[in-house]
């Protein structure tokens, strides 16, 4: 929020809330010390388990809320995998659906107030990318063999331009980690800054009234963002799968 600094002016510092703390004391943080990240993941957890384990449960003909919240991210996901996939793919479906449920709970849950949004941190997000990184590429390899380097080789291109394109592919290739999780980290970050500034002026009178009105639509916005960004994630995941079933240009 915003505190008053000895020059009588304010200061912000948006960047607070991702700072990863122990749950219990000062001290400092090891592999096993339990921290507000690992709270918030396992509430992640919770979240989907409710949702798609408990409220499925009863298997209704008419469906509950959280039934029908459930039977609507299924069908959502799997329709991307087949779509973008083949029926090759939807033997990973269950993968790429744990991708999405946790990425889309783990994006709303950051958006409580006094929450901490996990999927802000690159060290979560590259993991998650690093992952269908290895992934794919193992299962290109697996499948194909060498056959797997067709991916890099346009054979649709002039001849003479064909090694120069290879090596532009191979990059495009091992920048996709990259870029996969930087999306994602990147966009929820700036999205829960940009509202904790507006809330540090909504200590100023005079501008607090535009302040609460800027807070309620980057709020907004944000929300979309948390659906998007794991659509968005998940999406990627599937053309990414793909060029690993079907690696020829």
């Given amino acids: 929020m915003a505190t008053g600094a000895e020059s009588g002016g304010l200061e912000f510092h948006p960047m607070d809330q991702f700072m990863v703390t122990p749950l219990f004391g000062d001290g400092a943080i090891h592999w096993y010390t339990p921290t507000n990240a690992t709270l918030w ?64 709970f783990a994006n709303f849950l950051g958006l409580i107030p006094m929450s901490f949004s996990t999927t802000s941190h690159i060290a979560v997000t590259a993991v998650l990318a690093v ?38 592919e191979v990059i495009s290739y091992f920048v996709r980690p990259v870029s996969h999780s930087i999306r994602l980290a990147g966009n929820v970050m700036a999205g829960h ?20 009105v800027a807070i309620t639509a980057m709020y907004g916005l944000e929300v979309l963002v948390a659906l998007i960004q794991a659509y968005v994630f998940t999406i990627l995941t599937c053309v990414y799968l793909k060029d690993a079933l079907h690696p020829a240009h």
Avoid: N
């Fill in 131 to 168: 992952f269908v990184f290895l992934g794919v590429t193992v299962i290109g390899f697996v499948k194909h063999g060498t056959h797997f380097f067709g991916l890099f080789w346009v054979t649709a291109a002039p001849l003479p331009l064909r090694p120069v394109l290879a090596v532009i």
């Fill in 41 to 104: 993941f396992a509430l992640t957890v919770l979240a989907i388990a409710l949702v798609l384990v408990v409220g499925t449960r009863g298997r209704a003909i008419v469906p509950s809320r959280s039934q029908s919240l459930a039977e609507l991210t299924f069908g959502l996901v799997h329709k991307m995998v087949e779509d973008i996939t083949g029926k090759e793919g939807l033997k990973y479906f269950p993968y790429i659906m744990t991708l999405f449920c946790f990425i889309v």
């Fill in 193 to 212: 800054a940009v509202i904790k500034v507006f809330a540090g002026f909504a200590a100023i009178a005079l501008i607090s009234p535009v302040s609460v």
